[in-house]
């Protein structure tokens, strides 16, 4: 059977994997510090600090066919893993960002678009070149044995970040919505379940290298998104779409107040049209929006509406007086 080490394994994209990898029959066993509410009931859980070296000796005295990896913190903490590990474990699955392209990150730029400058031996430093400098850490000691699935936005169940809850949670208010056009805006995202279950088959099929895993640039659309969202809460919400240069009158902030959206000349805009043909070629598949959309509201529904969210990141979405505001002056020009 095939033996899956999950180092994290507990949260948002962790916990897909620990999933897909039981739902698939392998014995799954995660590593954390066991601080989270939520353990799989059929993986083997241990515990320790992998900033700690010393907490990994018991993981690099066991055979594993496969680590997945999530961590986005300190390089080191990732080279430490990969290098106690290398000599034990047949293939490392590294859950890495597009954020590791230098900015600005190319409209279709595809794997070989420059990086940032990252070291493996860091310490915390900031995203972009923590997630890079893992790559390099676990390439060092993995090469052609290791799998970094560059990730832009991801969606679905138990998304702790809050963009989609943000949306989700509007439209549960109804009424007239700030909806920040232009409505036919290409949007790029994964599905955790589908990333988790892309990288997993990275093993069984001996993929190695970066990939970009997201869907193709304009599978989903602000429009399609927003109303996806409206469908799935069921609710008389109704859109006033405005441009981008009202937004940046308004004061409002892109991708926080109004999650996955980004004006089309911000330096980023780029991470919502990564070339992915790569991944896809390699059997990517992203299910349906709506799937997405409406397991992610049944997740809410579940939770009360009142889904924990990570505490180091700003809430997401608008207060509502200041999208009142924004919405009176809209129509005041009109
Ligand atoms: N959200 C997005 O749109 C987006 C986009 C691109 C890429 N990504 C990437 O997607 C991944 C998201 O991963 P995720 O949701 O599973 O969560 P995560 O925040 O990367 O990892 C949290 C997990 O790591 C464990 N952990 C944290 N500190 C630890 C430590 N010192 N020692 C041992 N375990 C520790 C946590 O459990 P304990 O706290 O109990 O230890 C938990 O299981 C990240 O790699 C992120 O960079 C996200």
Redesign the pocket.
């Known amino acids: 059977m095939t033996r899956l080490l999950v180092l994290?394994?507990?949260?948002?994209?962790?916990r897909a994997l620990v999933e897909d990898g039981v739902g698939r029959g392998w014995d799954v066993t995660t590593?954390?510090?066991?601080?989270?509410d939520w353990a799989h009931p059929d993986a083997e859980h241990l515990h320790?600090?992998?900033?700690r070296p010393d907490d990994l000796a018991p993981l690099a005295a066991r055979d594993w066919d496969v680590v997945a990896d999530?961590?986005?913190g300190a390089p080191r903490a990732a080279r430490d893993s990969a290098t106690a590990l290398a000599p034990r474990a047949a293939r490392y699955l590294y859950?890495s960002?597009?954020s590791v392209y230098a900015p600005p990150p190319p409209v279709d730029g595809d794997e070989d678009a420059p990086t940032v400058d990252a070291s493996p031996d860091a310490e915390t430093t900031d995203y972009a070149a923590d997630?890079r400098g893992a790559e390099l850490a676990i390439a060092e000691a993995f090469g052609d044995r290791a799998v970094f699935a560059r990730?832009?936005?991801?969606l679905g169940p138990h998304e702790?970040?809050g963009r989609l809850p943000a949306w989700l949670l509007r439209m549960d208010r109804g009424g007239e919505v700030l909806a920040p056009g232009p409505p036919d805006r290409p949007l790029q995202y994964v599905d955790a379940r589908d990333l988790a279950a892309w990288l997993l088959d990275c093993a069984a099929n001996d993929r190695s290298g970066p990939f970009n895993v997201v869907s193709r640039s304009g599978a989903a659309t602000m429009r399609t998104l927003l109303e996806a969202c409206r469908d799935a809460v069921g609710t008389d919400a109704m859109f006033t779409w405005v441009d981008e240069p009202f937004v940046a009158e308004q004061g409002i902030e892109p991708w926080t107040e109004l999650p996955c959206w980004l004006p089309r000349d911000d330096e980023y805009a780029g991470m919502l049209a990564a070339g992915v043909e790569r991944a896809h070629g390699a059997g990517l598949r992203i299910r349906p929006l709506a799937e997405t959309v409406g397991d992610t509201w049944a997740w809410l529904l579940s939770a009360d509406k009142q889904p924990a969210l990570r505490d180091d990141l700003p809430p997401h979405g608008l207060a509502p007086a200041k999208e009142r505001a924004a919405l009176a002056a809209w129509h005041s020009r009109r």
């Open positions: 994290g394994g507990s949260s948002f994209v962790g590593f954390n510090r066991g601080l989270r320790g600090d992998r900033l999530t961590w986005s859950v960002s597009g997630k990730a832009g936005l991801i702790d970040v």
